[in-house]
């Protein structure tokens, strides 16, 4: 990672940490942030020469973040090369991958909800338990996801209000801080 900022470098280094625990890659969240960080569009190469890692490694990073719709090709006049950019604005970004992940995770998850809820309703009294429980997290993820449908309607600038409000949405509510 040569001729990088200590900031940028500090920034690209925790990135990677972090997408581990989210259960990214590190080298994918690395690029990504290399990306997010990069004033231009960088091409493969580049990214593979700052970030020391092997080319394949880039390509494959790219293409895992391009399915995530957070990173896209751009074309450079004059250079045949894709270069790659990703999206700078955090609250667009943070709401693109919330709707990746739903897909990814929540939808798959209400689906097989539902058909086990459905067969431990059919096994009876001797399932009767299991149904409660599945029927809980079936109602739980069913309320979350309408409730997320409701907030992803809400304009860009809505929703920074929305969250900025913070403990203002407790009073209202009648909650004491």
């Known amino acids: 990672m040569a001729n990088m900022t200590p900031a940028t470098q500090g920034f690209i280094l925790h990135w990677g940490e972090m ?14 942030a290399l990306l997010y960080l990069s004033p231009k569009p960088l091409d493969a190469e580049q990214i ?5 890692v092997a080319r394949s490694n880039v390509s494959n990073s790219l293409r895992e973040l391009q399915s995530w719709n957070i990173v896209k090709v751009v074309h450079v006049m004059g250079d045949r090369r894709d270069h790659y950019e990703s999206m700078k604005d955090v609250w667009e970004m943070f709401q693109v991958i919330l709707d990746e992940r739903k ?27 299991t149904h409660e429980r599945l029927n ?13 449908a409701h907030i992803r309607r809400m304009p860009t600038k809505a929703f920074i209000r929305f969250v900025k409000m913070g403990d203002k949405v407790r009073k209202l509510l009648g909650l004491a801080s």
């Open 103 to 129: 897909k990814r995770e929540i939808d798959p998850t209400l689906a097989v909800l539902r058909d086990l809820t459905a067969k431990a309703q059919k096994s009876g009294i001797k399932d009767a338990y």
């Open 19 to 32: 997408g581990t625990k989210w259960g990214i890659n590190r080298t994918v969240a690395q690029i990504h």
């Open 136 to 148: 809980d997290m079936l109602g739980f993820f069913e309320s979350m996801t309408t409730w997320y």
């Open 48 to 52: 593979a020469e700052t970030l020391s």
